[in-house]
């Protein structure tokens, strides 16, 4: 795939990114954009800690590049931030680190001697003792507890619930649940996706994932989302190999144990341009 990068955009990124290469700098830049006023250069030079001169320099070499903007009030020169470099310079590392790039579909290589079939009545044990590991690691979901039979049964959509076998053992699970009773929200769904402890590793929410998200995009689902511990490197490195990206971090969002926690909220968005999305 060729890079989604030109020269031209690649030179005007880089002459950003070099104007706030200076701490001094970002720090006079951080200091305008949460003032949400204009501030004139004396008031910004306070504020940073540095002499009148220094901030005056700096602040040119913002407006250089468009990160401020400047206007004369008398003899004071006011200083306000761009506010559509609130979105681009975001824009731009986004552009930089590939995250606008083409995300996969699902994983490839799907691991031999891993089944996947839809979830049937004899497998709830097997589904909750799995979830109860889980649930031990700390690292899983903010439940201490496992949700019963019935709770799940009414929880979960049907026609999106696996689990995975390995020599006949149920081995993970992974299914979807509505996010809202609103119509405009009938094609979002909020993934889940366990393994059991002993078959860690072995390509087993791989293989979960995989058939998840491709049953999700036939089955009509345009949104699958998640918020998944940023401790949890493994769940979040199998979500992004589906096709997810990370929306955002929530900070402090509950707490586990008496200790609150963040979670990173991922979503994927399923391709309408084709009627099979993933090509699997």
Known sequence: MESMLDHDAAAIYA?????????????????????????????????VGISQPTCSHHVKKLAEVGFVLLRKAGTATMVTVNDACCVGLPHAADVVMGALAARPCCPEDLPAGVSVRALARRDWP????????????????????????????R??????????????????????????????????GENSLYVGERF?????????????????????????????FPENKASLTLHRSAGFRTVGI????????????????????????????CGC
């Open 200 to 228: 860690r590793g072995r390509g087993v929410g791989k293989a979960l994932i995989h058939r998840q998200v491709t049953a999700a995009d036939a089955g009509g689902l345009w949104t699958l989302q998640s918020a998944i």
């Open 250 to 277: 929530r900070e402090r969002i509950a707490q586990l144990d008496g200790i609150w926690r963040d979670t990173v909220f991922i979503e994927r968005r399923a391709d309408r341009t084709t009627a099979d999305p």
């Open 15 to 47: 002459s950003w990114f070099a104007c706030l290469a200076d701490p001094t700098r970002v720090r006079v830049l951080h200091a305008v954009a949460s003032a949400n006023r204009e501030l004139p250069v004396g008031e910004l030079a306070e504020r």
């Open 126 to 153: 097997a589904v909750r003792h799995i979830y109860a590991e889980g649930i031990a690691t700390r690292n899983a979901t903010f439940e201490t507890r496992v949700p019963t039979r019935e709770t799940l049964d």
């Open 155 to 188: 929880k979960w959509l049907p026609g999106h619930r696996w689990v995975a076998e390995v020599a006949g053992e149920i081995a993970g699970w992974a299914a979807i649940s509505p996010v809202s009773a609103r119509a405009c929200y009938a094609g979002v």
